[in-house]
């Protein structure tokens, strides 16, 4: 049973365009939600997290939006750059569970030229 | 500090055979966590570990076995390689925070 549900799988956005990438989870328990970046041949490394006491996060152009009654958190990425070009993975975890992250299956953005 | 490292960076086995994939980390976290990455389908929690001398299985540890003898090092056994566990491994550390830290991966082909 998947528990944090992410979409799309795949996004082509044009340079200087917004991408947004959109999570759901089911476990009210969960009480941080992270995104990590991975390129291509590297491992994921973490871009920006959010807990619940809060509806939204910013860090440079990266923003979490975060719907604590839909249980639904998004990632937007503003002024998109070919550079940002890589998979995106949302994830979440509860204290009680010893740090133990749950993955999103990711998403692959694409950002043209 | 190097971070966290892992070594291969790239191996094939054939059915059968049987292999250690190595992770050490020099921040001294006391968390570890070995996932694998199959594509699309996000990464997978295998073992993890919060401190030397205590491991836990995750989601999918049928196949693989674990330890933790010291704070540094959380070496992943590959038992009887099956085609199922071609995949790529990543090995990660944290401290008492949830922000995880990632090894450059293990590209492992099963033939």
């Known amino acids: 049973q998947q528990q944090v549900k992410q979409s799309p799988q795949s996004l082509i956005v044009q340079k200087g365009g917004i991408s947004i990438i959109n999570c759901a989870y089911e476990n009210t328990a969960f009480d941080y939600f992270p995104w990590y970046q991975q390129f291509p041949g590297k491992g994921p490394a973490l871009l920006i997290a959010i807990r619940p006491d809060v509806s939204e996060k910013k860090e440079g152009r990266f923003t979490i939006s975060f719907n604590k009654s839909a249980k639904q958190f998004s990632l937007h990425i503003m002024d998109s750059q070919p550079g940002d070009s890589a998979t995106y993975f949302c994830?979440?975890?509860?204290?009680?569970?010893?740090?133990?992250?749950?993955f999103g299956k990711g998403t692959k953005l694409t950002v043209n030229p | 500090n190097a971070g966290v490292t892992q070594t291969p960076k790239f191996r094939i086995l054939k059915i059968g055979q049987s292999m250690t994939l190595q992770c050490a980390q020099d921040?001294?976290?006391?968390?570890m966590y070995w996932y694998r990455q199959d594509p699309g389908m996000g990464l997978k929690l295998i073992y993890y570990?919060?401190?030397?001398?205590?491991?836990d299985k995750g989601e999918v540890p049928n196949g693989y076995n674990v330890s933790r003898s010291t704070t540094e090092d959380f070496p992943l056994r590959l038992e009887l390689a099956a085609p199922s566990q071609t995949s790529v491994y990543f090995c990660?550390?944290?401290?008492?925070?949830?922000?995880?830290?990632f090894g450059p991966g293990t590209r492992l082909l099963v033939l």
């Open positions: 921040m001294n976290h006391n968390y």
């Open positions: 994830a979440a975890s509860s204290r009680g569970g010893s740090e133990k992250l749950v």
């Open positions: 990660a550390s944290s401290w008492v925070t949830e922000t995880q830290y």
């Open positions: 570990s919060v401190g030397a001398g205590i491991t």
